[in-house]
């Protein structure tokens, strides 16, 4: 294989040409963000669609535009509306700079979105990719995009080595997705190049059968279509283990404790917690700051703590391992302080927040204090 081969020749055209051709027959036409591609629903849709899958982002999608039809009403919501739509999505600092780039498009730029790449690349969680895809998705611009469907597609359409992320494989895709986007039908081609790596060079099982590219696919033509694009070099995860503890009242209310806005799970409410030692399971002391003190200074009498199933929730940098704790207490209140940030909050999901992914999951198997007490 030549690894390093970037070069296109006269076909560059035939490229374009072949794809929009089997875009108008079979490429995806009824896609909600299609429907009225302004820059802000496309920009909306790019966003979800990072890392996730169409067939998931549609209801999301489509939620969310009831919910926050404008950029104006995402940068005037809440917060925690927005964190509270985006939960199961995962990856929350895309939700956090939806909401900063939505406030910063209202103040900086009148409620319009920038025409110039540079100008959507200097807001909050748009890269070079996400830029190009707006540009051209919502204003017909010829601007490159690099998505994990483009890349599989260029990888194996020239045949190009080597994991995609790596900073000179990625540069070589670059310069093939620049050359090779037309000036004419940006938005149709834009679509369709993504459609490609999406419904018929997919990642397991592609259909070469039916690639208008295969005739000139080198990956197709040397064997490399299960090689290509290269794996990201495998390392072993750490695995870090952490004690959640539920604290339930008699009114079916959980205290929550909502996270700093950096990190992980950043913004959002979820369970209060203590590190385990991952070799003798032994909690580390409970938080001296926390208000579980003040419910049983108060009086009433608190069932002795149960240990719940523990859990697996795997991040792309480690593992976290969960391990369940149920305190019921006596109190039904819903006060507490530092209102800021602890929070009651209601096993009907009542109350619109956000939810850690793994949070949400433990509060679905839990039963109401009446009939645990039963």
């Given at each position: 294989m030549?690894?390093?081969?970037?070069?296109?020749?006269?076909?560059?055209?035939?490229f374009a040409a072949a794809l929009l051709h089997w875009f108008d027959r079979h490429g995806r036409h009824d896609l909600p963000w299609q429907q009225d591609p302004t820059p802000y629903r496309v920009w909306i849709s790019e966003i979800m669609?990072?890392?996730t899958q169409v067939a998931t982002v549609i209801p999301y999608y489509e939620r969310f535009m009831v919910r926050f039809p404008t950029v104006l009403s995402l940068a005037q919501a809440d917060l925690d509306q927005v964190l509270h739509l985006w939960t199961g999505l995962g990856y929350y600092a895309r939700a956090r700079n939806l909401h900063e780039a939505a406030q910063r498009v209202s103040a900086e730029f009148d409620g319009e979105f920038p025409g110039s790449l540079d100008a959507l690349e200097s807001l909050p969680g748009i890269g070079r990719s996400t830029a190009g895809a707006i540009a051209a998705l919502a204003m017909d611009q010829r601007a490159p995009i690099l998505d994990g469907n483009v890349k599989r597609v260029l990888t194996r359409r020239f045949a190009i080595?080597?994991?995609?992320?790596?900073?000179?494989?990625?540069?070589?895709?670059?310069q093939l997705a620049e050359r090779l986007t037309p000036a004419a039908r940006s938005a149709d081609y834009t679509q369709a190049i993504m459609d490609l790596g999406a419904t018929v060079c997919t990642r397991n099982r592609p259909a070469c059968e039916s690639c208008p590219l295969a005739t000139d696919c080198l990956a197709l033509e040397q064997g490399l279509i299960d090689q290509l694009p290269g794996k990201k070099p495998r390392k072993t995860l750490p695995i870090k283990t952490v004690r959640m503890l539920i604290v339930q009242n008699g009114r079916d209310e959980v205290l929550l404790e909502k996270r700093p806005s950096q990190g992980i799970w950043g913004g959002l409410y979820s369970l209060p917690e203590t590190a385990l030692d991952s070799d003798s399971e032994k909690p580390a002391t409970e938080p001296s700051d926390w208000p579980l003190q003040a419910f049983q200074a108060g009086g009433g009498a608190t069932p002795a703590p149960r240990d719940l199933e523990p859990i697996r929730h795997s991040f792309s940098h480690y593992h976290l391992d969960i391990s369940p704790r149920l305190i019921l207490i006596d109190q039904t209140t819903g006060a507490v302080a530092d209102s800021d940030r602890w929070l009651w909050y209601p096993l009907d999901h009542s109350l619109e927040v956000g939810l850690a992914a793994p949070v949400k999951?433990?509060?679905?198997?839990?039963a109401p204090a009446s009939t645990e007490n039963a």
């Open positions: 030549n690894s390093n081969s970037t070069a296109i020749d006269d076909s560059e055209p035939d669609l990072q890392q080595e080597g994991w995609p992320e790596q900073a000179s494989v990625k540069s070589r895709l670059w999951k433990l509060l679905s198997r839990l």
